[in-house]
């Protein structure tokens, strides 16, 4: 796939499938609740529908209806049944993760593998706090998938300080707790998203969650009773980001991105661009099936160098690639600072968006967990093939820095965007930017 400037704006509307995180725990949790949840708006992605594929190998019933419109029978927690075959969860790290909580508290044999991306992957930072719940695990070298999982009826409620910021491992701890006897406590060291504690609570589990040096602490009472609940899924803020800063980029572009999820907890993109100077509106917020949401608006703006402190991370850790883009368009330095989780992603994320620019002539350096991008306010070279490494974030970032770059981008595999954002080219082409086939 290649992209190149069409010679005009980007307009139009552009409606950006569910939410990823929301879409996997929405069936995840579905799968553990008595009778029949409803999702509307779900991410028809592969990394969703991996989910979806496992949690019917674990006995739920699940049926599409239509477009994102799902429903999602189970059978209560405690009663999922043993899956026949090896689970595999192909590129997603959070389908893995997460759904190893569910598999080390239930009294089930499983064996959970990916694809060469994801079996790369770090699943020690999981299986630390499951062991100590009670199962029993078995990797590869270094932790890595494929994942043997000697589940246990019996689960201990554990009290678990992460030692990193991640959603994955509270959640994977967090949906093990639900089969524990007693109160599962998470705490974080820098809040990270909340939806898993936003969702359990809707489908009717008791969740706490206090404010703790900068962090939270999360505490879970264990064997609720869940009850099937509907579901709306938002639109998803990190795949909004590609065409988000494609109009921030392309001059003469405007905008809109209707329904957008706006949990505080994923938003740090748009603060950081409007940082520097970008002119993003949001209009109609509400409350959509628990989680904030609202309609962006965006036009082409010229955009500052700024110094993104590591502070901002969870708030936008799928984010950097894109920023970096964006950064490159800036008159200026721009610093994203503490950017080591980048390095543990579908790919090596650090690298990747490096190589990335580097490779369509603009200046960037690495500095420890740091990437400096130094931009000149004016659109870079362009004109480079981007190896993507199986990551779609890699892939869409380097296809929207190609839109106002001088000359066309190309990624060597647009394959995987499909993992997060079918449609993706369709969808930008009809805003009016020009990607097609290499
Ligand atoms: C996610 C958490 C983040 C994020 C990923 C989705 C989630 O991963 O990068 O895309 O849904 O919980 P980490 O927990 O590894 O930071």
Redesign the pocket.
Known sequence: MMSRRSGRGLAGVARVPGD??IS?RALMLGALAIGESRISGLLEGEDVLRTAAAMRALGAEIRREGDGAWRVAGRGIGAITEPEEVLDMGNS??AARLLAGILASHPVFSVITGDASLRRRPMRRVITPLALCGATFSARAGGKMPLAIAGTGQALPIVYRLPV?????K?AILLAGLNARGVTVVEEPAA??D?SENMLRHFGASVAVSEDRGGRVIELAGQPELRAADIAVPGDP?SAAFPLVAALLVPGSAISLPGVGLNPLRTGLFATLAEMGAAITIENRRISGGEPVGDLAVAHTALSGIDVAPERAPSM??EYPILAVAAAFARGTTRLRGLA?LRV?ESDRLAATAALLTGNGVAVEIEGDDLIVHGTGAPPPGGGRVATGMDHRIAMSALVLGLAAAAPVAVDDARFIDTSFPGFAALMNGLGAAMAPA
């Open positions: 990823k995180s996997h790290g959070t910021a991640s959603a994955q491992v959640s990270t998203r939806h990190s850790i799928d989780e992603k």
